[in-house]
């Protein structure tokens, strides 16, 4: 998937604030296209250092991710009584338990990570315990693509002898 022109001029343009601005669009919308992981593949191409590019991208991700949050809280409110049916009370002894360890996991796995949003805000999961797991895991993964292409444009382009 091609880079769109919007995007590389947002960044050109603002640098790692337009990184983070454009991490915040792509993962809080499924309507605004952004390839958010390719963009950090290529920071370093882009003249971006890929640890600050790593921390915009992954806390700018983080950000975005509240709209899964707040719509699952949304929901909660609206299914108050089937909270107390019998398969419900598991899962929010485990979301109790085992919450922020799954939240930082799936942030940080190509994973639908919605689902993992709306599911906190339907247990209504702390937001800062969630936004930090979330900015922990978008970080990681942030930073493993970052460098991997760090190290792989350079090693291509020393190939190709550019």
Known sequence: MAIP?????????FSYVGIFLVSIL????IFIPAPLYAIVFFS??????PLVASISA?????????TGYLIGLGGSEIAKEKKKSRWVKPFYKYFK?????????????????????????WSKYDVKKFLIATA?????????????GSFATSYVMSYLGW
């Open 5 to 13: 022109s919007w995007v590389i001029s947002i960044i050109a343009q």
């Open 44 to 49: 370093s191409t882009l003249g971006l250092n």
């Open 136 to 148: 922990i895991g978008k970080i990681g993964k942030c930073l493993l693509l970052a460098y991997s």
């Open 26 to 29: 792509s993962t809080s919308s």
């Open 97 to 121: 338990k085992y919450g922020f360890a799954t939240i930082v996991v799936t942030a940080f796995l190509p994973f639908p990570f919605d689902v993992v949003g709306i599911l906190s805000g």
């Open 58 to 66: 992954g806390l700018g991700s983080a950000i975005g991710e509240l």
